[in-house]
């Protein structure tokens, strides 16, 4: 049901609320404490724009949680000028012991949260920002799927007793490919299963290699030529890493501090404190875990190259803190335009 109160909002700022779902938004509008809107709209823009300018003359803020709906919301927002903060969930404040949860509660929870202040907003690419991070991750998602595709081809193979040997385990070749297609498993619905998903792997290898050599040619353009180059002075790091890395941070001046950068990435150890007692524990595995991985693999390579960073992980063990350091170091040459430089020796 919707509920709206009558009341002189101009010169004010109204605080919205939005709680997006696939077949409706619920509204809530506040204006100093009192909620003057609270209801459900149809999931449109122009919808919305309607109710909104209900507020003609009033300051308006919108705020609404990140997810699977992306910006598309936010953009044409921040066109009309409406302030519109893309609020993280997991950094969203709780009521302990609070079990109730509906749309209608989360869209006066967050107008309440807005308008206190409350509320910690996502860094919003721009759309063409936005495109490159999709093109790379999608390349990525192609990866996995095809790694996927082997395994599952490897079990279809072993459940007849088909012994591939080590050569399956690595990457495969074409002549091994062929090797496969030639096999027969006896029953005509086996053999058909097998060229379905050698089918399957040769498309993705495909789109793979098409995908991989657009990411390259993007990190050609002027707007990332200089950064690739910066980041592939980094043992480890090659030219498709450094495009992961760059188009999922983009511009690092947004981070005030190196162990900020660190934090987003979940590289930060978790930690408990209580009177005299402090417990460090796992890193918090929030954040942007797509760089967070790029940076642990570049780890392994980077500790045979660099001796203070082989020291950092001989001391404790752990490659995350050299993944850490890592993030800090790429910050700092994002900032300065300098190549990394590797030590020989560890640091005194």
């Known amino acids: 049901k919707e509920r709206e109160v009558t009341m002189d909002v101009k010169g004010k700022v109204v605080n919205v609320g939005i709680?997006?779902?696939?077949?409706?938004?619920?509204?809530?509008?506040?204006?100093?404490?009192?909620?003057?809107?609270?209801?459900?709209?149809?999931?449109?823009?122009?919808?919305?724009?309607?109710?909104?300018?209900?507020?003609a003359g009033a300051t308006l803020r919108v705020a609404y949680e990140a997810g699977c709906f992306g910006f598309w919301l936010h953009d044409p927002l921040?066109?009309?000028?409406?302030?519109?903060?893309?609020?993280?969930?997991?950094?969203?404040?709780?009521?302990?012991?609070?079990?109730?949860?509906?749309?209608?509660?989360?869209?006066?929870?967050l107008a309440r949260l807005l308008?206190?202040?409350?509320?910690?907003?996502?860094?919003?690419?721009?759309?063409?920002?936005?495109?490159?991070r999709q093109l790379v991750?999608?390349?990525r998602i192609i990866s996995n799927h095809r790694t996927a595709v082997m395994c599952q081809t490897k079990s279809l193979l072993l459940f007849p007793g088909v012994d591939l040997g080590?050569?399956?385990?690595?990457?495969?070749?074409?002549?091994?490919?062929?090797?496969?297609?030639?096999?027969?498993?006896?029953?005509?619905?086996?053999?058909?299963?097998?060229?379905?998903?050698?089918?399957?792997?040769?498309?993705l290898t495909q789109e793979k290699v098409r995908l991989?050599?657009?990411?390259?040619?993007?990190?050609?353009?002027?707007?990332?030529?200089?950064?690739?180059?910066?980041?592939?002075?980094?043992?480890?790091?090659?030219?498709?890493?450094?495009?992961?890395?760059?188009v999922e941070l983009q511009d690092v001046g947004r981070f005030r501090r190196a162990d900020e950068l660190a934090a987003y990435l979940g590289l930060t150890p978790s930690q408990h404190s209580s009177g005299e007692r402090t417990r460090m524990g796992h890193i918090t595995h929030t954040g942007n875990g797509r760089v967070r991985a790029v940076l642990v693999e570049s780890s392994w390579f980077l500790i045979a190259k660099d001796a203070s960073m082989r020291a950092k992980y001989e001391k404790i063990r752990a490659i995350v803190a050299v993944a850490r350091l890592l993030s800090m170091r790429i910050r700092r040459m994002l900032l300065d335009g300098t190549v990394y430089r590797i030590e020989q020796r560890p640091a005194a």
């Open 137 to 139: 991750r999608t390349r």
């Open 212 to 246: 991989t050599q657009e990411v390259a040619e993007r990190g050609q353009q002027p707007r990332y030529a200089h950064r690739v180059n910066l980041l592939t002075s980094i043992p480890g790091v090659g030219r498709l890493s450094a495009m992961e890395i760059l």
């Open 19 to 55: 709680d997006v779902n696939k077949v409706s938004w619920e509204v809530t509008a506040m204006v100093e404490g009192a909620i003057v809107f609270s209801g459900a709209c149809c999931s449109n823009y122009e919808t919305l724009r309607l109710l909104l300018k209900r507020y």
């Open 166 to 203: 080590e050569e399956s385990s690595g990457p495969w070749s074409a002549i091994f490919v062929q090797r496969l297609r030639e096999l027969d498993l006896g029953p005509s619905e086996l053999n058909r299963a097998l060229r379905a998903m050698l089918d399957l792997y040769d498309y």
């Open 78 to 109: 921040s066109a009309e000028g409406i302030e519109c903060l893309v609020v993280p969930p997991s950094l969203i404040p709780t009521e302990a012991g609070n079990k109730v949860k509906t749309d209608r509660i989360d869209s006066q929870k």
């Open 115 to 132: 308008e206190g202040n409350l509320l910690k907003k996502v860094h919003v690419f721009s759309p063409e920002e936005r495109a490159d």
